[in-house]
């Protein structure tokens, strides 16, 4: 089946460095992927969506700024989180619907702690 | 995408069947109702999707009442991996996708 990896799947960094948490569709293409973030005990919030060769919708009240999306090609998307805080600290995790049937697969999810 | 609304907890005996109720009273006629479930620390994974008949698959079955407000997922003989929290979204289908409003979901405890 199609599969959607993220990397990395843990990571660990200092107040004010940035993150960077790929996505890549590994057997199909994506012309957008959905990055979610979720806090312990808390359901999955979509934070943006990250289109192909345009820029990048985000949800009200997500910072373009802080949360940079980048989808430079059909199959990678990246998620930098830039100058991390503590507060920052959460699941991070993307999807992607298969271009052509638009079923929907997620990535297993990147746990960022920010000290 | 219409609102849905499941209990927040459930147990439930392995090797019995695990029914984990929705209701999304306000469903569109375009809208399916999908079924994903969360295993702790790990991302989404695909359980079921029906429009309005009753769908069966390796994994689960999908009971959608005639009127369309209310689902019911059955886990035929739950086992201790089944434990997880269990998200029931209404969402129209499309070829190019649409993302995924998760609500609070159903954390099912499948106890030995």
């Known amino acids: 089946g199609a599969v959607v990896s993220q990397h990395p799947s843990r990571v660990i960094c200092k107040s004010g460095t940035s993150v960077k948490i790929e996505c890549r569709s590994l057997?199909?293409?994506?012309?957008?992927m959905f990055w979610y973030r979720q806090f312990p005990k808390q359901s999955l919030m979509l934070m943006a969506t990250?289109?192909?060769?345009?820029?990048?919708?985000?949800e009200q009240g997500v910072e373009k700024d802080k949360f940079l999306i980048n989808h430079a090609s059909l199959t990678l998307s990246t998620l930098t989180v830039t100058s991390a805080h503590p507060e920052d600290s959460s699941f991070y995790i993307c999807?992607?619907?298969?271009?052509?049937?638009?079923?929907?697969?997620f990535g297993e999810g990147s746990r960022l702690t920010v000290l | 995408d219409a609102k849905t609304t499941q209990p927040p907890s459930m147990d439930c005996a392995e090797g019995r069947a695990a029914n984990l109720p929705c209701n999304h009273s306000?469903?569109?006629?375009?809208?399916?109702v999908y079924w994903y479930r969360q295993i702790h620390s790990q991302g989404p994974q695909y359980i079921i999707h029906?429009?309005?008949n009753n769908e069966t698959n390796e994994m689960a079955s999908l009971i959608i009442t005639e009127d369309r407000k209310s689902s019911t997922l059955i886990l035929p003989h739950a086992t201790l991996r089944d434990t997880a929290v269990y998200y029931c979204?209404?969402?129209?289908?499309?070829?190019?996708?649409?993302?995924?409003?998760f609500g609070k979901g159903t954390s099912l405890l499948v106890t030995p």
């Open positions: 057997d199909f293409q994506a012309t957008t």
């Open positions: 979204i209404v969402r129209v289908n499309s070829n190019s996708g649409y993302a995924l409003n």
């Open positions: 999807s992607a619907p298969k271009l052509g049937t638009g079923e929907l697969f």
């Open positions: 306000t469903i569109s006629g375009n809208e399916y």
């Open positions: 990250s289109n192909e060769g345009s820029k990048a919708t985000y």
């Open positions: 029906g429009l309005k």
